[in-house]
């Protein structure tokens, strides 16, 4: 017999069938039940249509748009100046989708109860497709609380950014059915010490809210510089003030606006970050001179709440697909999925999944009800507290989540290395870890009212003795205040803990309260995987399975 009858090796066996084109809604049932626990359950028709589209056509679009990432062009043919970011049509395309399905729209322009939650649901899903398009999605949907400070800026800007139309023309804001906002903060000399910028804005006529100014400066990082105006902070006479700065002047031409080069970044890939020079930039002040960071601090506020939502969809993500693949890959004879140790790991990063999850829409349940004081106190304090904790978690979840896929989940062909390089923008954006744990210890000491938000929220933890411990402990630590700084992480972690637990146990899952319990609360590993015995681990696995 020749050789080459036996040559043909390449006979594949023993893989995953592929996981593309499954409605990522409803593979989610962790999602759907927090989705109707806060209040979002009347937008569940249009969650999951975009839950098809964000397991379809935009994770392709993700790919995509991550192997042509952005390319900036200075001048055209000619010479003359055009500050032309070019993307691919991939990313066009998932700007376009969220646009229409009102990712960036739907609290302010439908508000309701479960508003918020609905649109963090939409947000959680195309998150998962392509993360990278949500910088200038989350800067849009932000900005309308500080825009809402200045009537005259809002009666000409909201309408064209609350519209559900994307138009990525370079052109005047005039010509735009709808438009895309940014933000310019960081400079060179401080990033998060904003106080330190030296961008400097002068009168164009008189001075005062809602009036044109000139601004002259270098901003260190841009978010979306192709959006058509961006939000900044630039020294007046009387401080630091907050500026809408557009693209372009009224009269229709270029504004004094010049993107220097594009940051080449770890991930975010799809989306272009930008360093620019402002030469006498035509901006228009929002609220008073000296009241910037109090004018722009409600806009960070919300994209504080994206990045929890955010980093809590890479996680989902990334658990997806771990045990899409652990379901069907057998080592041993035997399926992974099936197998202690690994049960063990799954199980361990779906507690982490849903606690994230439940923290983040439970502050969307907040931020739907403005009018209730215990609510805006609680929100007030876990936009630093689940900004810290969930972005923190992120990366050590991904890294984890590919593992089980092995070598696979370590190529470019997997969706895992881009959510792991994605993962660390949400923890260093709007304001680092100690930055989030320094803003929990000013809320608790200087506003009145968040302690006992705090403590009214986790109540007496519905009897569970080692909740109730949990809570005692978080009273003395808040009761000691020597070194308070030195220990805020410490702090920050046992509140998100605690908060996660009684969200959890409250929502009547036993099998799920109790393993994080049990692991988060009364002590486990320090790697995901390491749950203590006893745990209904085979259950906690088949609840976030997709099943595909």
């Given at each position: 017999m020749e050789l080459r009858a036996f040559a043909e090796t390449h006979v594949v066996t023993n893989q995953p069938p592929p996981l593309e084109g499954c409605n990522l809604y409803r593979v989610d049932l962790p999602l759907r039940q927090w989705l109707r626990r806060f209040g979002g359950g009347w937008a569940e028709p249009r969650i999951d249509a975009y839950g098809a589209l964000a397991g379809g056509p935009l994770a392709a679009a993700g790919f995509?748009?991550?192997?042509?990432?952005?390319?900036?062009?200075?001048?055209?043919?000619?010479?003359?100046?055009?500050?032309?970011?070019?993307?691919?049509?991939?990313?066009?395309?998932?700007?376009?989708?969220?646009?229409?399905?009102?990712?960036?729209?739907?609290?302010?322009?439908?508000?309701?109860?479960?508003?918020?939650?609905?649109?963090?649901?939409?947000?959680?899903?195309?998150?998962?497709?392509?993360?990278?398009?949500?910088?200038?999605?989350?800067?849009?949907?932000?900005?309308?609380?500080?825009l809402r400070r200045q009537p005259?800026?809002?009666?000409?800007?909201?309408?064209?950014?609350?519209?559900?139309?994307?138009?990525?023309?370079?052109?005047?804001?005039?010509?735009?059915?709808?438009?895309?906002?940014?933000?310019?903060?960081?400079?060179?000399?401080?990033?998060?010490?904003?106080?330190?910028?030296?961008?400097?804005?002068?009168?164009?006529?008189?001075?005062?809210?809602?009036?044109?100014?000139?601004?002259?400066?270098?901003?260190?990082?841009?978010?979306?510089?192709?959006?058509?105006?961006?939000?900044?902070?630039?020294?007046?006479?009387?401080?630091?003030?907050?500026?809408?700065?557009?693209?372009?002047?009224?009269?229709?031409?270029?504004n004094e606006f010049y993107i220097q080069r594009l940051k080449d970044k770890l991930g975010n890939r799809a989306n272009a970050s930008s360093e620019v020079e402002l030469r006498g930039a035509l901006a228009w002040l929002v609220g008073e001179e000296g009241r910037g960071v109090a004018t722009i601090i409600e806009m960070v506020a919300m994209t504080r709440f994206d990045c929890m939502v955010g980093s809590s969809a890479l996680m989902r993500q990334g658990l997806t697909q771990a045990l899409h693949h652990c379901a069907y890959r057998q080592v041993g004879g035997r399926v992974l999925a099936e197998q202690p140790l690994m049960q063990n790991v799954l199980a361990d990063l779906a507690l982490e999944s849903e606690a994230a999850l439940a923290l983040s829409l439970r502050m969307g349940q907040a931020?739907?009800?403005?009018?209730?004081?215990?609510?805006?106190?609680?929100?007030?304090?876990?936009?630093?507290?689940?900004?810290?904790?969930?972005?923190?978690?992120?990366?050590?979840?991904?890294?984890?989540?590919?593992?089980?896929?092995?070598?696979?989940?370590?190529?470019?062909?997997?969706?895992?290395?881009?959510?792991?390089?994605?993962?660390?923008?949400?923890?260093?954006?709007?304001?680092?870890?100690?930055?989030?744990?320094?803003?929990?210890?000013?809320?608790?000491?200087?506003?009145?009212?968040?302690?006992?938000?705090?403590?009214?929220?986790?109540?007496?933890?519905h009897g569970e003795r080692r909740l109730l411990a949990a809570i005692e402990q978080l009273k003395a630590q808040l009761a000691d205040t020597e070194g308070a700084q030195y220990r805020a992480r410490q702090l920050t972690e046992s509140i998100a803990l605690a908060l996660q637990a009684k969200l959890l146990l409250e929502a009547g899952n036993s099998e799920v309260s109790d393993a994080f319990i049990a692991s988060r609360l009364a002590g486990s590993g320090r790697a995901f995987g390491a749950l203590p015995r006893g745990l209904a681990v085979p259950q906690l696995v088949a609840r976030s399975s997709p099943g595909v």
């Open positions: 995509l748009a991550n192997a042509h990432p952005p390319v900036f062009h200075s001048h055209d043919r000619q010479g003359h100046r055009i500050d032309w970011v070019e993307f691919h049509p991939a990313y066009h395309q998932l700007m376009k989708t969220a646009v229409e399905h009102g990712l960036p729209s739907l609290p302010w322009a439908e508000p309701q109860p479960g508003a918020h939650v609905a649109r963090a649901a939409l947000t959680y899903l195309h998150t998962q497709a392509e993360p990278g398009s949500g910088c200038p999605l989350t800067m849009t949907f932000a900005c309308v609380p500080a005259g800026l809002a009666k000409q800007w909201l309408p064209k950014v609350l519209a559900r139309e994307y138009d990525p023309r370079n052109v005047p804001m005039a010509e735009k059915a709808g438009v895309t906002i940014g933000m310019a903060m960081t400079e060179k000399q401080g990033g998060t010490d904003v106080r330190a910028n030296t961008t400097r804005a002068y009168a164009v006529g008189q001075a005062g809210p809602g009036e044109a100014y000139e601004l002259l400066g270098h901003k260190w990082f841009c978010s979306a510089p192709m959006c058509d105006a961006f939000l900044t902070l630039a020294q007046t006479e009387r401080g630091l003030g907050c500026f809408l700065l557009p693209r372009h002047r009224p009269d229709g031409s270029r931020l739907d009800n403005p009018a209730d004081e215990h609510q805006t106190l609680f929100a007030r304090l876990v936009t630093a507290v689940g900004k810290y904790w969930i972005c923190k978690r992120a990366p050590a979840m991904l890294v984890e989540a590919a593992e089980c896929l092995g070598g696979t989940g370590y190529i470019e062909d997997s969706v895992l290395p881009r959510l792991y390089r994605e993962a660390p923008v949400n923890s260093i954006w709007e304001g680092s870890g100690n930055v989030q744990c320094l803003d929990v210890l000013r809320a608790l000491a200087k506003e009145p009212g968040v302690r006992d938000a705090l403590f009214h929220e986790l109540g007496d933890g």
